[in-house]
C-alpha cells in the first residue's frame, strides 16, 4: 500500500524560503507525477504543481515564479521550495499522487502546517 | 484559469438523507472531474473521478454525474462519518482547480 509521507519547517518568517518534502513509501516510483497542493485556513485547496519521476515539471502560473518542485528517485522523494514567503502563503501544504491512469489524485500525505510570521 | 464554483457553499442534512451537491466550471472540462471528503484536520479523500468513476474502496452511496460545465455529486443514505466538506477539482487542463467546498453538517 503506497503511502506519503511529509516533513519540513512550519513556521517561517517573512521572505524565507519554505522547503518540504515527501516520501513514498510502497509501490512504484515511476509512471506518476507527484503533486503538491496547498489550503490556507478556512479555505479551499489550491493546486500548486507536479513532478514527474523523470523530473517533468507542471506549476500553477500563480506561484510559478517562486516555486520549485524537485525529485530524487533514488530516495523516492520529492521536494517543494516555495521562494520570499509571505503571511498568504501560510496553509496546511500537503503531497499527493497524481495517477494518470485512472486519472486521479488518490494518495495523499497527512499535510504539514506551515505559518509564516515575524 | 477555469473557475469552479460549488453550491451550495454549506448544507445541513438528517441522518438517512439523500443529498446532492453541485458544481459548475466556467468553460466545458469534458468528464474531467473529480470528487474529495475532507474531515476536519484530515488530507482529503478521492471519492470520484471521471465524474462519475468510483474510487476502489469508496462505498456505492456516492455517486457522480456530468459533463461539460455542469456535475453532480449524490450521497445516499446518511451516515455520521459522513458529514464532511467536499470538494470538486478539474484537470481538463493546468492549472488544476478546485471548488471552494461544500460543508455537509448534521441538522
Known amino acids: 500500500q503506497v503511502q506519503l509521507q511529509q516533513w519540513g519547517a512550519g513556521l517561517l518568517e517573512p521572505s524565507e524560503t519554505l522547503s518540504l518534502t515527501c516520501g513514498v513509501s510502497g509501490g512504484s516510483f515511476s509512471g506518476y507525477y507527484w503533486s503538491w497542493i496547498r489550503q490556507p485556513p478556512g479555505k479551499g485547496l489550491e493546486w500548486i504543481g507536479e513532478?514527474?519521476?523523470?523530473?517533468?515539471?507542471n506549476y500553477n502560473p500563480s506561484l510559478k515564479s517562486r516555486v520549485t518542485i524537485s525529485v530524487d528517485t533514488s530516495k523516492r522523494q520529492f521536494s517543494l521550495k516555495v521562494s520570499s514567503v509571505t503571511a498568504a502563503d501560510t496553509a496546511v501544504y500537503y503531497c499527493a499522487r497524481w495517477d494518470d491512469g485512472l486519472p486521479s489524485m488518490d494518495v495523499w500525505g497527512k499535510g504539514t502546517t506551515v505559518t509564516v510570521s515575524s | 484559469d477555469i473557475q469552479m464554483t460549488q453550491s451550495p457553499s454549506s448544507l445541513s442534512a438528517s441522518v438517512g438523507d439523500r443529498v446532492t451537491i453541485s458544481c459548475r466550471a466556467s468553460q466545458d472540462i469534458s468528464n474531467n472531474l473529480a470528487w474529495f471528503q475532507q474531515k476536519p484536520g484530515k488530507a482529503p479523500k478521492s471519492l470520484i473521478f471521471?465524474?462519475?468513476s468510483l474510487q476502489s474502496g469508496v462505498p456505492s452511496k456516492f455517486s457522480g454525474s456530468g459533463s461539460g460545465t455542469d456535475f453532480t455529486l449524490t450521497i445516499s443514505s446518511l451516515q455520521p462519518e459522513d458529514f464532511a466538506t467536499y470538494s470538486c477539482q478539474q484537470y481538463n487542463s493546468y492549472p488544476y482547480t478546485f471548488g471552494q467546498g461544500t460543508k455537509l453538517e448534521i441538522k
Open positions: 513532478i514527474s519521476h523523470t523530473g517533468s515539471t
Open positions: 471521471s465524474a462519475s
